[in-house]
């Protein structure tokens, strides 16, 4: 779960693109009309299936193996990437705008609207960073936005520049536009669920923005803080998370914590001495701040051992300096204004070998298990070492068990009334300690030389890719609860994390689709959204898929955009089991 997270964290992007922007709106785009008798979706899934043997997705293979899978990854990113664009492009070119009394413009050539995509089947409502194009005809230094109602909603500027966006076209040469750029904060109207709202781009109106800056920094201390949570940075460069709907706090939270690697791609097996973050002194900065968002940054240079040979000397006291190498490692810690989440952006540039680098969050919540998202499952797994004997679990075993565990999109600590839950953006490998602190450390990178021995010993180490020497960049959530696991909303929150919404800008159009509808909802609240797909058929019915990852089993009320004509249960083979009664546009299940 450890070995090569740069490719665990490209199947986690290639996978999300595809499955919850590129096939689900193309069906839909499809449904109102658009032609997707392609062959775009299949490749794309036929390349993701590629990346998906054993040792392929484990990272346990040679280089070239793993060069060739980034290829395909980069393959579905692209094709994923067009297809969701030609849905989008179709969808927004069809709305009107105009049959909205608060968009109505005696000179439509001149607006500019945004379509924001929701990929998520429950509504949300959020801070959103957008890039707006404003002609420098009209452009000033200011520019609002407006909803369906005619409310204005107020922006944070954070950049402008002059910009020259190309316009190709399919029968003459590519033309371009002058345009003002302009990078913006707002906070958006509700979202439907699987759907779209719209704004219009108002240039030269100055709204102006309710609410105090997030970060602050008062005598040598940082603070970030809305109306849910407070943040406090340490000197050290942990920092200590309030929520302020209970009374609970997390404390010393993202240490980074360092051990050397003796093992192979199959198995860890750590060397010490350790070294942590937790006696250094980053540099701490704030580097945005509005009403919208606030990020404050902390920068290291950990100093780590070249590799396991200079580890040693570390560990004997030799009178030969080792040889240590500077690992930078940034953390932006961003809280957003109403958000009872935060979120951290962490970049390590790479240059050690040998090693296990890891970020670690004590939980300080009272749990006897944990739990993480698997496979269309929450998995709850003991916290405990020790048998119901006392004896430590694993006495007498050749082979020792292993307290690392993988997760999907979170994993969570929860004693059934407060919780931690911690969402990324693909990492796979995380462990909870049994220790007072309740410490969750997630594996950053694992470096290793590649030897394998299948009967008698094969070192590649002259295949670096499983050092990891490299820029790498995660995402991580942090998002306190006060429930147990099921009533805590984490698994929207993870889906609200990973799976963004999506801006479109353009020009006034007069089609026949509303400003704003949902495609689909689900009315639940841990029944989860799998798929839209056409059916193997070919016949125009689609494919729907749900599940659900609790123990409990819930009533579902799902509603469509439009009546089905018929709606039937079937199996993973598409071969229907029996008929489901429909009530005009929605279905219980």
Known sequence: TSARTDIKLANFRAENRLQFYAEPFYTLAGLLGLDTNTQYLNIAWNYLIQNSAHDSIGGCSLDAIHQDMHWRYKQVEEIAKGVFERATKYIASNLNHYAVEAFD?????????????????????????????????????ALALMDKEGTVIPVSILESFDEQPVLEQMTDRPM????????????????????????????????KLKGKDIAEKKDGIYTLENTHLKVVVRKNGSFDLHDKSGVRKFKGLGLLFDEGESGHAWVHTPVSPVITSEKEKPKVKIVENSTHRGICQIEYKLRLPKNLKERAKLKSGSKKEPKMVKVSVTIKVILEKNSRSLKLAVEVHNKAYDHRL???????????????????DIVRRPISRTDDNGKPLGEGWVEQPMHDYPLHHFMALSDGSDGLGIITNGLKEYEVMDNNERTIAFTLLRSFRYVIQPSSKQDYGNNEGSQSIDKLSYQF????????????????????????????????????????????????????FSALKDAESHDGSKILRLYNPSELSESVELTFFK?????????????????????????TL
Request: proline share 9%; aromatic share 10%; charged share 20%.
């Open 105 to 141: 413009n005696p000179e439509p050539e001149k607006d500019i609207f945004l379509t924001i995509f929701n990929p998520v089947t429950h509504p949300r409502h959020e801070i959103a960073e957008a890039v707006i194009d404003i002609p420098k005809s009209v452009e000033s230094d």
């Open 176 to 207: 371009y536009f002058d345009m003002k750029r302009y990078r913006v904060l707002f906070e958006t109207p509700s979202i439907p669920s699987l759907g779209y709202t719209t704004l219009k781009v108002v240039p030269r109106l100055q709204a």
């Open 358 to 376: 890891r970020i670690l969050f004590p939980g300080t919540v009272a749990a006897d298990h944990h739990f993480a998202e698997g496979q269309f």
């Open 477 to 528: 959530v942090l998002y306190p609860f006060n429930s147990g696991i099921d009533g805590s909303g984490l698994y929207e929150e993870a889906l609200r994390a990973n799976l963004p919404i999506s801006i479109v800008q353009t020009g006034g159009a007069k089609g026949t689709l509303p400003v704003e509808q949902s495609f689909f909802s689900i009315n639940a609240s841990m029944v989860q």
């Open 563 to 587: 009546p089905p004509v018929s709606v039937h249960q079937c199996t993973l083979e598409e071969i229907d089991t029996a008929p489901i009664t429909t009530q005009g546009n929605q279905v």
